[in-house]
């Protein structure tokens, strides 16, 4: 038996048909994906690694409002711009003369806007301060360079 405050366990099931999309199935939800990363501008479907980016964002976000709703509840708004950096993506597809080296995501950038009542406080730190308790941060911090620019709206 698990003790709840310590720990907690979500079960996923993914399924993949020759020539269709991949789908992942939990208790509650159902998401779709066709690649794991794509250079299609125009492809409509998330990739992995646009569900990857957006798990990242929504992790940041919902650490610093709960944060906030703890604390002073003094933000009105958030909104992140990101960028993500992946190194040796053309070795994913197995492009002629390319290194070596393995596809990863080295780095994310993060411009957070912030509109916010705080006058006197740095909204930086404040923010950094909520984003201790995010678990995609914590879990991926060692892996990923995460680098934070934010600013008060």
């Not at 310590?6 to 939990?26: D, G, H, P, Q, V």
């Not at 190194?87 to 912030?114: A, C, T």
Request: aromatic letters at 12%.
């Amino acid at each position: 038996m698990l003790d709840f405050q310590k720990e907690y366990i979500y079960e996923y099931r993914a399924i993949k048909n020759y020539n269709k999309a991949l789908k992942i199935y939990s208790n509650y939800l159902e998401i779709e994906s066709e690649s794991e990363f794509s250079f299609d501008i125009k492809n409509s479907k998330p990739s992995a690694l646009d569900q990857f980016a957006t798990a990242i964002i929504s992790s940041i976000i919902y650490s610093i409002i709960d944060y906030d709703k703890r604390n002073s509840k003094a933000i009105e708004a958030i909104e992140i711009k990101t960028k993500m950096r992946l190194k040796s993506p053309l070795s994913k597809i197995n492009v002629i003369g390319i290194d070596d080296d393995k596809p990863k995501i080295d780095k994310m950038e993060f411009n957070i806007y912030v509109d916010n009542v705080l006058e006197d406080e740095n909204i930086g730190i404040y923010c950094l301060k909520g984003m201790e308790n995010s678990i995609l941060l914590n879990s991926l911090k060692n892996s990923i360079s995460f680098v934070f620019d934010i600013a008060n709206v």
